[in-house]
């Protein structure tokens, strides 16, 4: 495999793996967030004998803060289909139906090229010159 073929692929995996685990994580933010504006809401719902304001602030903030971590999460999660949609455009130019799937496998779905030699009941050496064919063909 040459060190461009090296480099295309070591930067979609990296860039696949940054969308996923950025979004995980907003996720995970998101999730602790409404569980915070949740408590502020049930004990501002609760205990009426406690002063309002402060609480109400709080449970704003919370409120402000999921929102704000939503949009963070439509934005990646945009970019991240943006970014898919692309490469499945440039990987549907190509005629050669194997190659297409190669491309597909590794780059979109992030397999090895083990279980995509398995999978299509190729060689690795034969699926690596696909790819490599396929490689080409987008850099044309």
């Known amino acids: 495999m040459t060190k461009k073929l090296k480099l295309i692929e070591r930067e979609e995996s990296y860039r696949r793996c940054l969308y996923e685990v950025e979004i995980k994580s907003l996720l995970l933010e998101l999730k602790t967030l409404r569980a915070m504006a949740e408590n502020l809401q049930s ?21 402000a803060k999921v929102v704000e971590c939503e949009d963070r999460i439509a934005k ?25 799937v190669i491309l597909r496998m590794r780059y979109m779905d992030g397999k090895s090229w083990k279980k995509i030699a398995e999978e299509l009941f190729m ?3 034969a699926v690596f010159r696909s790819h490599k064919k396929a490689v080409r063909k987008l850099s044309e």
């Open 76 to 100: 990646r999660v945009t970019e991240y289909l943006n970014l898919t949609k692309n490469w499945d455009n440039a990987i549907s130019v190509i005629d050669d139906q194997e190659q297409c």
């Open 43 to 63: 004990a501002i719902g609760n205990d009426v004998r406690l002063q309002l304001a402060p609480k109400s602030d709080k449970l704003a903030d919370a409120i």
């Open 123 to 125: 060689s690795e050496s």
